[in-house]
């Protein structure tokens, strides 16, 4: 059941729309059925044709309520057109009946559905308008109702209950989003710090095999290694290493297009997922990287050199193709360094 309700909303369980569509959905099929059955009360047990279009006209608008939530996939409408029913039907309701205290008793769904569906702004608003057209029809209106009369004290506690009501919502349901979205950003910055290098703030290795396990179709891909970097950790310091490390991070990001994707796969290696697929055209950027960080002035008095290893991966034989890009950085290497290597 929930993995139809999945289907039919667009949306997993565990995303917190999930609920929100969920409630919407109920409260279609709940005042539709009841529209259902008052349409059949106003016309075959107690015809009264006012209610009976006002209901007929209101079960339409829940069925384009149904369409925008379900079909359309855009739960916002749904929610606005099920809030502007509730709202409007209990006002015509007070507006035919007169002084039927079950319509004043809906009006109470007001600021609580509309702070709810619409958020506290929106639904705040809506219910201060609302509240202001049922206040000014019963002040004009109340001493004149059948059988009995509306008294200004019931008046003063309508009003108060309502506005009780809506501060309430109000607050419950900003406090609701603002703890959301302290949530969402906390989440997203755990994210940010799990994903990050924290040397030189590139991707780390999770992310860079995440991205090639989930990887659709193949890749190319490329490791980079920067030569005798024991020599440059042993003559100049470590915090000095470091600093080429960072240095070279940025020469990489400089360097590669925007749709590749660059990380620190652990030491003095770099990994990189190409976008491009032809392979005359990587050798090209293979050369270009090499020549950017041998050209590139780190510091030390010295120039940097890096080796590269390129191979194909593809996900499903993740393990085989890192493999083969170890292996064709290793052929880099016993060339002579500062240079590449294709895996066959
Ligand atoms: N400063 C610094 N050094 C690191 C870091 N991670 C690894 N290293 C050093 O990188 C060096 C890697 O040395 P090797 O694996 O022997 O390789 P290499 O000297 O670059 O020699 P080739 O790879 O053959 O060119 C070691 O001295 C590590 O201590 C780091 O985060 N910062």
Redesign the pocket.
Known sequence: MVSLLEKWFGTQRTHPDFRFRGFLFSALLFISSSFVFFIYYNLVIDYFPPMLIANSVSLFFCIIGGYYLLIKKRPKVAATILQLIVSIDTFILILIDGNEEFALVFAFLTPVMGVFLLGYRNGSILSLVYFAGIFYFCFTQMDTWQPEIFLPISLIHFSFIYSLLLIVSFFYDSSRRKAYQMMEETNRQLQELATTDV?TKLRNRRYMEDQLLNAIGNHYIAML???????V?DQFG?DQ??KV?IKLAEVLMHNIDLLDTVGRWG??EFIIIFAEQNLAQLEEKLKQLNYSVAHTDFGIGRPITI?IGLANHYANRHRDCIRAMDQALYDA?ANG?NTYSIAS
């Not at 290694?225 to 020599?231: C, I, L, P, S």
């Open positions: 040397l290694d920067v030569d005798d970097f024991k020599k950790n470590h290493g470091d490390l030491g003095e080796s290497k360094k």
